[in-house]
C-alpha cells in the first residue's frame, strides 16, 4: 500500500488540468480580435428565421451526420435586440464520429448555430447526446478553428472516450474479451477505506493514492474510487463500471 503524502500527486494533477485550461484560454483570446471585425464587418441581414427553419435545418443536418434523433423541440428564445437568440433543444444517439460531423454541420446553416449546454453519457448503444442549440440570424455560421482544436478532444474523429477507457486499464481477459475496472467491494476502518477493484488480471485492493493499471487513485470511499491519469479523471462506483 502506498499514499500520497501531503497529497503531492493530488496537486500535480489538478496542476496539469488547470495548465491544459490555460492552453485552451488562451487560444480562444487569440482568436478573439478576428472575430470581433468579423462581427462587426458582417452586414446584417433581417431576421427573417424562424422556429420551423430551425426544426427543418437540424433534423437534415443530423440525418447526414447519421445521429438518431430522439427528441427535437423548441426551448424559450433568449438574449436582447442584436443578441437575441431561437432555441432548439434536442436528444440524439451515435458515435462521436457522426457527433464531430454534425457539430461540423452547423457551419453550412444560414446563420450562426452555437451549441450550449452538451452533453454526452456512454451507453449501451453508443453516445447519449443533448444539446441546446442557439441560433442568431444575422450572424454567419463559423465552422471549427483548426488552431483551437489541434490536440484537444475534436483533433480527430477517434472516439475520446474509448481512448481513455484503454488508458484507464480496460484490458484483455485470456478469452480475449475487453474487461473495464469494475467496483467489487469496499472495506473500511476507522475513517479508512480500502476499494476492491476487478481488473483484467484479478481483484486488487486499493487504497487512495495507490497506483491502479497505470492510473494514480485519487479518491477512495464506501460510495466511489476516483482515478486519474495524464490529467484526465475517471470514477468507479456502485451503479457502472466506468465513466
Known sequence: MTTDVGGAETAHVALTEAQARLVSARQLLARLPALQRDA?????????????????????????????????????PGGAKAQAFRATKLMAQGDFAQLRDFLDGLAELPELAVPMELSLRRGAN????????QVFDGLPAVAFADDVIEGGAFADRADPFADRALRFGSGSSETGEERPLRLAGML??????????????????????????????LEVSPARVVLAVDGATQTLDWAKEAR
Open 40 to 76: 462587426r464587418d458582417w452586414p446584417q441581414r433581417p431576421h427573417n428565421g424562424n422556429v420551423a427553419d430551425d426544426m427543418r435545418n437540424v433534423s437534415q443536418l443530423a440525418a447526414l451526420a447519421g445521429l438518431a434523433l430522439i427528441a427535437l423541440e423548441p426551448a424559450a
Open 126 to 133: 453508443g453516445l447519449a447526446i443533448s444539446a441546446l442549440l
Open 188 to 217: 473500511t476502518e476507522r475513517g479508512r477505506a480500502v476499494a476492491l477493484v476487478e481488473t483484467a488480471d484479478g481483484t486488487t485492493a486499493v487504497q487512495a493514492g495507490a497506483m491502479l493499471a497505470g492510473a494514480r487513485v
